[in-house]
């Protein structure tokens, strides 16, 4: 199986928003992004889906600035 795959299949949450977020940004941006945004991006698929969900509708947010700017990111990408 792939890396890619493996990613893919990681997307996959109990959430059907938060599949098609992650699923879109691995698509269309994760294979252009830099080593230290993959390795984030692959970080907080490691996080539960409430965490995760809170911070794309911007209930929350992470403490961590980098893994805060991978989810801006991905929020303000997959809204255009």
Known sequence: MSELS???WR???GM???DELLTRYLDEHYSQASPEEQRLFES???MQDPDIYAYMIGRDRPRDEAMN???QRIVTVLRT
Do not use: A, G, H, P
């Open 44 to 46: 907080l698929l490691e």
């Open 11 to 13: 997307c996959r949450r």
């Open 69 to 71: 700017s991978l989810v």
């Open 16 to 18: 059907k928003e938060l």
């Open 6 to 8: 493996k990613l893919r």
